[in-house]
């Protein structure tokens, strides 16, 4: 009986280093704008905050999908990062209002690239529901 090889799919490392992009990014590259003189926050920073706990709960899914081998399983979590990610999509200046100054760093990096990342987590989890779906049926 010959051991079974663990392979990850291109897919799963796709998703696993978008998603790592998006959580680091969001505490380094694409952080929400910085305190105010009195160090109060300005409400992007909350923002931010929601965005950042996103980011890990889509890298925890990603890690997931990268070793559990079960095309079902692996269904299922790119399923449940889809409605996360337009969560991500829509939060910022929607459900969680940026700064009103559109030149504000929060409206310049941080709204376009989770808009940028978000889009390509859904195309990518919805391409892997595809391509799973395929495997399944043949």
Not at 3 to 23: C, S
Not at 31 to 37: K, M, Q
Not at 94 to 117: F, G, K, R
Request: with cysteine.
């Amino acid at each position: 009986m010959a051991a079974k090889k663990r392979r990850f799919g291109v897919m799963d490392v796709l998703l696993l280093a978008l998603n790592l992009l998006f959580f680091v990014g969001m505490q380094t590259v694409f952080l929400p704008c910085e305190a105010r003189p009195d160090g109060s926050w300005m409400t992007c920073h909350w923002a931010g905050q929601a965005l950042t706990g996103i980011a890990a709960v889509l890298v925890a899914i990603a890690a997931l999908h990268l070793v559990i081998p079960r095309a079902q399983v692996k269904m299922g979590l790119a399923l449940a990062m889809i409605p996360l990610s337009v969560l991500a999509f829509v939060l910022p200046d929607h459900l969680i209002d940026l700064c009103m100054m559109e030149t504000m760093h929060c409206h310049t990096v941080m709204e376009p690239a989770v808009t940028v990342i978000s889009l390509l987590n859904v195309l990518l989890a919805a391409a892997d529901i595809y391509v799973q779906g395929r495997g399944e049926a043949e």
